[in-house]
């Protein structure tokens, strides 16, 4: 009895799930697959595709349909499109690189966003002027420091010290040693990404209510 019990709950199972989730996911991938499209579309009209390959422009295609797919936010697609079509114009496209930093990109969290726009702020502020002599890690440490002594730039309970331990994942945030204490720094190969995708526009729409 108990077998038979099971096959009969596997079969109505099979049908519940064919006739309710089968449906709603099919919508569900027809509006985040509408909501990628909208995307792209933007940064398209803001300026042309470079001249890339057809496959190497496909295979961008299906990494960034792929996040969308899996649940990316609209924030993080439109920082996805922002890269590609950006990147697309310049000669040293190369689609496991974009593919790569496209993941990246896909997983950022709300507040990873806000941690890196305000690395970006920092870094600036905290550059050398002409003339002033170029002391990278002086100048990453007091960008760190400046991040966590400005509280008032972030949403409550906001972690910037576990946030920037959980970046290391993408290569863009390291650990280092600043004069006594554990500081962080952004990498080369965040700059390569910041100057694909505005991170403080990014920013922007994060704080602005019902833009995301």
Same mark, same amino acid.
């Given at each position: ?28 991938? =027809? ?65 496991? =690189? ?71 994942? @993408? ?14 720094? @952004? ?20 704080? @602005?209510?019902?833009? @995301?």
């Amino acid at each position: 009895m108990t077998a038979v019990v099971a096959i009969v709950g596997e079969k109505l199972f099979d049908l519940i799930l064919g006739e309710t989730f089968h449906g709603a996911l099919g919508k569900v991938m =027809e509006g985040r697959a509408k909501m990628a499209r909208e995307e792209i579309v933007k940064q398209l009209q803001k300026g042309k595709l470079g001249a890339i390959a057809d496959d190497d422009a496909a295979a961008a295609m299906f990494t960034y349909l792929r996040a969308a797919q899996e649940g990316a936010a609209r924030i993080n697609l439109r920082m996805m499109a922002e890269a590609f079509v950006n990147a697309s114009r310049e000669p040293t496209f190369a689609p496991d =690189e974009f593919r790569r930093q496209s993941i990246a990109l896909a997983s950022l969290s709300r507040d990873e966003v806000l941690l890196l726009a305000a690395f970006l702020r920092a870094n600036r502020a905290a550059a050398p002027g002409p003339g002033e002599p170029n002391d990278g890690t002086k100048a990453m440490s007091v960008a760190w420091a400046s991040i966590l002594a400005d509280k008032s730039q972030f949403p409550p309970a906001f972690d910037a010290i576990a946030l920037a331990a959980a970046l290391a994942r @993408t290569g863009w945030v390291v650990p280092g040693s600043g004069f006594g204490a554990i500081t962080y720094y @952004t990498t080369g190969a965040f700059d390569g990404v910041a100057r694909l995708v505005d991170f403080e526009l990014a920013r922007m729409e994060l704080e @602005t209510p019902g833009k @995301t």
